[in-house]
């Protein structure tokens, strides 16, 4: 229910991140499901290291559909030689006993994705910056893309800075950035004198000071707006003047997106700014979901064998917010469509293995098992292999 509204304070001015400019086009307003790329059929399928796709218009790849294979080839990195992976997504360190789970390629089913290459991801984005925006899922994407770029350049000088909201990862002999900034619900979220949290569904202003200037920005929101309890981001939601106890999710979301979808349209130009948005990452607590009898997705190891539909009945509405926004959109971007072939690796969550855990917590898996997050090295891997297809090659 509504409450009486109140003078509220504004966060601290934060200053923008200036950069450079890249001359890129973004996808078409119906380019938000599903993206299809012509012909990214290898013609060295031999080499996987020198795969470069080739653009045929007699052949095309929906590259977000299609099923994981082994590939002993991989991982591309381990975790005990990129130190900025934070405790809470290194299932290795933190004692994993398998890791099967390292071995799977995402092949798309009528083409082959380039290799991901970190030189040539340094080159093409020479004195450029790169921004992901939201939630703990896009700063596992990002601390997955800089261990991808790093093993590829171990000799290059690199300069780390973490901060809240922002933090921020250089590769200074490319003059290459690449930053995180946390803005779960991307939409602000200020505090009153008494402490309280109020997210502005309508305000985006003190977030967006800090994506200015950008040459890529890659958006993600979702999990939090579902959060209730000690989990949940704020105390009161406002809209339109008023403050509310809560509201319906769904509505807040779809608020809080079209904030975000108008200030994109106002103040991006898509040929200054590639954008990027991530669909909803899926979690794995309910394993009727893939017919086991455990509770969580603790001591999985093994992906699924095919895309089913059980994913879309969890986040279907989280979905519906993203699609419908984005097909309103002027410049809408690119849609990096992940849900489904994420759907499927039950076996990549840390589970028990993980730095934010207490002993007691992983003698409990089926209480305390992490199933929203990702291990790195593991599935964000191929977030970015699809990141970087869409890139440079789209």
Same mark, same amino acid.
Do not use: P
């Given at each position: 229910m509504p409450l009486a509204a109140s003078s509220l304070p504004r966060h601290a001015f934060l200053s923008s991140i200036l950069g450079t400019t890249l001359f890129l086009i973004i996808a078409s307003p119906l380019q938000v499901s599903a993206v299809l790329l012509a012909g990214l059929k290898n013609h060295n399928s031999g080499d996987l290291h020198h795969r470069r796709p080739s653009f045929q218009s007699t052949n095309s790849c929906s590259i977000f559909v299609g099923n994981w294979v082994r590939d002993d080839s991989y991982p591309i990195y381990e975790s005990s030689a990129c130190p900025i992976i934070d405790d809470q997504f290194n299932c290795q360190l933190y004692g994993r006993p398998d890791s099967d789970y390292l071995k799977y390629r995402w092949r798309p089913t009528n083409c082959d994705l380039p290799r991901f290459d970190g030189v040539t991801f340094l080159t093409r984005m020479k004195g450029k910056q790169i921004m992901f925006v939201g939630d703990s899922l896009g700063r596992d994407q990002w601390e997955s893309l800089i261990c991808m770029i790093s093993t590829a350049v171990p000799a290059?000088?690199?300069?780390?800075m973490r901060g809240e909201p922002l933090s921020t990862f250089k590769f200074l002999d490319y003059g290459v950035t690449i930053s995180y900034y946390k803005a779960p619900y991307l939409v602000d979220i200020d505090?009153?004198?008494?402490?309280?949290?109020?997210?502005?569904? &309508?305000?985006?202003?003190?977030?967006?000071?800090?994506?200015?200037?950008?040459?890529?920005?890659?958006?993600?929101?979702?999990h939090w707006w579902t959060h209730t &309890?000690?989990?949940?981001?704020?105390?009161?939601?406002?809209?339109? &003047?008023?403050?509310?106890?809560?509201m319906d999710r769904v509505v807040a979301m779809e608020k809080g997106m079209r904030t975000w979808a108008t200030w994109v349209d106002a103040n991006l130009d898509p040929s200054r700014t590639r954008l990027f948005f991530q669909s909803i990452s899926p979690n794995h607590y309910n394993p009727m979901e893939w017919g086991a009898a455990t509770r969580s997705c603790y001591g999985e190891t093994e992906p699924m064998t095919k895309m089913g539909s059980s994913y879309q009945n969890q986040d279907q509405d989280q979905t519906n917010?993203?699609?419908?926004v984005i097909r309103d959109m002027t410049n809408p971007p690119y849609l990096l469509d992940i849900t489904g072939l994420s759907a499927m690796r039950k076996d990549a969550h840390p589970s028990i293995y993980s730095g934010d855990l207490t002993p007691d917590q992983r003698a409990n898996p089926d209480h305390s098992s992490d199933c929203s997050h990702w291990c790195l090295p593991g599935l964000p891997d191929t977030w970015n292999q699809l990141f970087y297809t869409a890139l440079f090659f789209h």
């Open positions: 290059t000088q690199t300069q780390m505090s009153t004198s008494q402490g309280k949290r109020v997210l502005r569904l &309508g305000e985006i202003s003190v977030n967006a000071k800090a994506w200015h200037g950008m040459d890529v920005l890659c958006f993600d929101t979702g &309890g000690s989990l949940q981001g704020w105390d009161y939601m406002e809209w339109g &003047g008023q403050l509310y106890e809560d917010v993203v699609d419908v």
